[in-house]
């Protein structure tokens, strides 16, 4: 893998005087120049006044709009970065992203080393958000899955970044928002890079092995189990999809803090699919050589695992990742087969391309065994989800409203967007089956929520959440929103579900006060 290496300082002092920098990123709004000290200094450098550009409309502050101007020689700055930020009312931490990744494309295309930001020209956003959002636009918005094209990347120059300020007392909230930023961001393009590798080097072993890889945290354990332990207990959800592939399944286990006695608990369960034909229920040709990314919840869990890591939060987390392929040969489960799942249930098939859901069965039991306080998975897992919406929002649905209110309000905070849908009793009749406990497949019609309704069968009574990524996990260029956050590929994985459930642990933290038993009494009301 090709991480994102970009070198962060921050430095006090007065952009006016000090040293001499490649380039300075100016957020420029609509109609309007800016009347920080530092707008003020740009003008009287430049050859042509910004601010005259401004006012004859030349340049416009549109979100996006870019213009470099070159200064004159001896002065702090070689040349400033103007970009477009829409209306200063819409000004958000997400504008900040998309403009950092905008700017540090720009950069690296005219090779170009170095970045400064001056903090007071961001209004309305505290040091450490700005940090943060800085650093995730340009980690995210660099990010090029190049394994196997090493000689593109040897040739680019990968721009650092300066947070220069006059105020000594805002280094520390920089510096914590700097952190922030990178453990996300390191941790999301790791997904990608993930969910990007093709299947044939991405097997469920591999993804394992990868999975290891997260104790070199001393916070984390990490237990694989192959199959013949997932044989001897009984876990025929996983073995089943299993059994038509010549590559064996496996289960990971990741245990972060698990010392920890008294904070929140929470489980991660992700669907680790690292191939999908659909097995004898076989998938169209045309798109299948995408269904690599089918396991981009089981990448999800591990960057997830991997940026609280990072940030050392006091939580305990559980991760439990079920992985297969999905293939069709003669001995692959059938459409009519009886399957008995770890938790003793029977399902009965009717589509083997419903297989997430067979995985995520075993593993969702076995993560009530270690009894979270609250459970979430994250799969790719519907086309129905697809349909009902778009790439621009991942599906949520759950036993506890609540949860799945605090789920959106993550998601709307970094802008990885999400939308409940509903879990009623009356959809229980599309997924009863005559020979069996549940049948695998309620149909087409409210396909993504039958879906979760078959899942919510093996939570037992613990607050759960699901969140259906098929339609944001991956990205096709010109059809998604997404191309518009330059942060994001223009094709490939997106490394969906960091961010939010990184936010969400935060924000579970905060409303418990890191206590187990509160976050445990504020689930029970709901």
């Excluded at 590798?197 to 092995?209: H, K, Q, S």
Aim: charged residues 25%; contains cysteine; positive net charge.
């Amino acid at each position: 893998m090709n991480p994102v290496d970009i070198k962060i300082r921050c430095q006090a002092g007065d952009p006016a005087t000090r040293g001499a920098y490649k380039a300075l990123l100016l957020p420029l709004f609509q109609g309007a120049w800016g009347r920080s000290k530092i707008h003020g200094l740009v003008d009287k450098w430049s050859e042509i006044k910004p601010r005259d550009m401004v006012k004859s409309q030349e340049i416009r502050g549109d979100f996006k709009e870019f213009t470099i101007l070159h200064l004159k020689k001896g002065l702090p700055f070689e040349r400033v970065l103007l970009i477009g930020s829409g209306s200063q009312k819409e000004f958000s931490k997400d504008r900040v992203r998309s403009i950092a990744a905008k700017a540090a494309r720009t950069l690296r295309k005219i090779r170009c080393t170095e970045m400064v930001i001056i903090p007071d020209c961001f209004p309305g956003l505290e040091p450490a958000q700005l940090a943060q959002a800085v650093v995730e636009g340009m980690i995210l918005g660099l990010y090029r899955f190049s394994k196997y094209t090493p000689d593109k990347v040897r040739a680019e120059v990968t721009p650092s970044v300066l947070f220069l300020t006059e105020d000594s007392a805002a280094l520390p909230a920089l510096k914590a928002g700097v952190r922030r930023g990178e453990s996300v961001a390191h941790a999301a393009n790791r997904v990608r890079d993930l969910a990007n590798t093709p299947g044939n080097l991405m097997t469920p072993r591999i993804l394992a092995e990868t999975a290891r890889g997260l104790s070199k945290h001393p916070s984390v354990k990490v237990t694989v189990h192959d199959e013949k332990v997932l044989k001897k207990k009984g876990m025929g959800g996983i073995l089943s999809v299993a059994q038509g592939s010549d590559e064996p399944a496996r289960l990971v286990v990741l245990e972060y803090g698990k010392a920890r006695k008294s904070v929140p608990h929470i489980a991660f369960v992700g669907k680790g699919v690292t191939f999908d034909t659909g097995g004898i229920s076989i998938k169209p040709a045309a798109a299948m050589h995408h269904m690599k990314y089918d396991m981009s919840g089981a990448a999800a869990v591990i960057g997830i695992v991997d940026a609280i890591a990072r940030l050392d939060l006091p939580v305990r987390i559980t991760g439990v990742i079920p992985s297969a392929e999905n293939m069709p040969s003669a001995r692959a489960y059938k459409p009519g087969d009886v399957i008995k799942t770890y938790s003793g249930k029977y399902v009965e098939i009717m589509n083997t391309d419903a297989e997430g859901r067979m995985l995520l069965a075993d593993a969702l039991t076995l993560a009530t065994e270690s009894k979270p306080d609250l459970i979430v998975d994250l799969a790719t897992l519907t086309g129905g989800c697809v349909i009902a919406l778009g790439h621009i929002a991942s599906g949520v649905m759950g036993n506890c409203d609540w949860l799945c209110d605090r789920i959106q309000q993550a998601g709307n905070q970094c802008q990885e967007k999400m939308w409940q849908l509903p879990l009623y009793s009356e959809y229980m009749v599309q997924i009863r089956s005559t020979v069996a406990d549940v049948i695998n497949s309620g149909g087409r019609p409210a396909s993504a929520i039958t879906a979760g309704m078959f899942l919510k069968q093996f939570v037992g009574d613990i607050p759960w959440a699901h969140i259906d990524i098929a339609g944001t996990a991956w990205i096709e260029e010109d059809t998604t929103l997404y191309i518009h956050k330059p942060y994001l590929p223009k094709r490939g994985a997106t490394g969906v579900g960091v961010r939010s459930m990184v936010t969400l642990v935060e924000d579970l933290l905060a409303v418990s006060g890191g206590s187990g038993e509160k976050l445990r009494k504020q689930l029970k009301v709901q």
